[in-house]
């Protein structure tokens, strides 16, 4: 096999958090679509504290609500069989990222959040997976389903698989690997 580890995105990945986006967007006075980690970062320090609550009120609700992709679970479990380690590396919350993972009793003991390492696009959170789990950036896979994980992925030297059950609305060039069910990953990077 091509790759020693894997590191997983949360959000439409591994989870459907139903995060209400709109609603953030509605109480921050935001464009629908603005990248809400960087607009907020320009911010007063008190702007900043509210919109913090607020994003951090709708992601610990996301949470409560979310959903397993159940075949992703499949899949970590099938790398768990393998004994193949594996990651998240999430725009989340450190908090909202476990509350995710103990509701749906996903036991991924290393996570990257945006608490923890500049958030993605940025490449650092997959760099330091890649050393934490002991392989080189090629020895990795992540595997995402937005432009933000493509571009962190190709930042980082790490090939990129896109979960994609929908098609996406942005430009995948440069992915790895595109898929629309885990099996088919599965496939692709175990036969």
């Given at each position: 096999?091509?790759f020693?580890?894997?590191?997983?995105?949360?959000d439409?990945?591994?989870?459907d958090?139903k995060?209400?986006?709109?609603?953030?967007?509605?109480?921050?006075?935001?464009?629908?679509?603005?990248?809400?980690?960087?607009?907020?970062?320009q911010?007063?320090?008190?702007?900043?504290?509210?919109?913090?609550?607020?994003?951090?009120?709708?992601?610990?609700k996301?949470?409560?609500?979310?959903l397993?992709?159940?075949d992703?679970?499949?899949f970590?479990?099938?790398?768990?069989?393998?004994?193949?380690?594996f990651?998240?590396?999430?725009?989340?919350?450190?908090a909202?990222?476990l509350?995710?993972?103990?509701?749906?009793?996903?036991?991924?003991p290393l996570?990257?959040?945006?608490?923890?390492?500049?958030?993605?696009?940025?490449?650092?959170?997959?760099?330091?997976?890649?050393?934490?789990?002991?392989?080189?950036?090629?020895?990795?896979?992540?595997v995402?389903d937005?432009?933000?994980?493509?571009q962190?992925?190709?930042?980082?030297g790490?090939?990129?698989?896109?979960?994609?059950?929908?098609?996406?609305?942005?430009?995948?060039l440069?992915?790895y690997f595109?898929?629309?069910?885990?099996?088919k990953?599965?496939?692709?990077?175990?036969?």
């Amino acid at each position: 096999m091509k790759f020693k580890a894997f590191a997983f995105d949360l959000d439409g990945t591994l989870v459907d958090t139903k995060i209400d986006f709109a609603a953030i967007y509605q109480e921050l006075n935001l464009p629908d679509g603005t990248p809400l980690l960087e607009e907020i970062e320009q911010w007063s320090a008190s702007e900043k504290q509210r919109a913090q609550n607020v994003m951090h009120h709708y992601e610990q609700k996301g949470a409560e609500e979310s959903l397993v992709i159940a075949d992703a679970f499949d899949f970590l479990v099938h790398l768990e069989n393998f004994k193949i380690p594996f990651a998240v590396f999430t725009r989340n919350s450190r908090a909202t990222a476990l509350k995710t993972l103990e509701k749906h009793k996903l036991n991924i003991p290393l996570v990257i959040s945006r608490d923890d390492a500049n958030p993605k696009p940025h490449p650092e959170g997959l760099h330091m997976i890649a050393k934490q789990l002991a392989v080189k950036a090629h020895e990795l896979l992540f595997v995402g389903d937005y432009i933000f994980d493509l571009q962190a992925g190709q930042a980082a030297g790490v090939s990129t698989a896109l979960y994609l059950p929908q098609p996406p609305d942005f430009e995948t060039l440069g992915a790895y690997f595109t898929f629309d069910h885990y099996d088919k990953l599965r496939t692709h990077c175990f036969n």
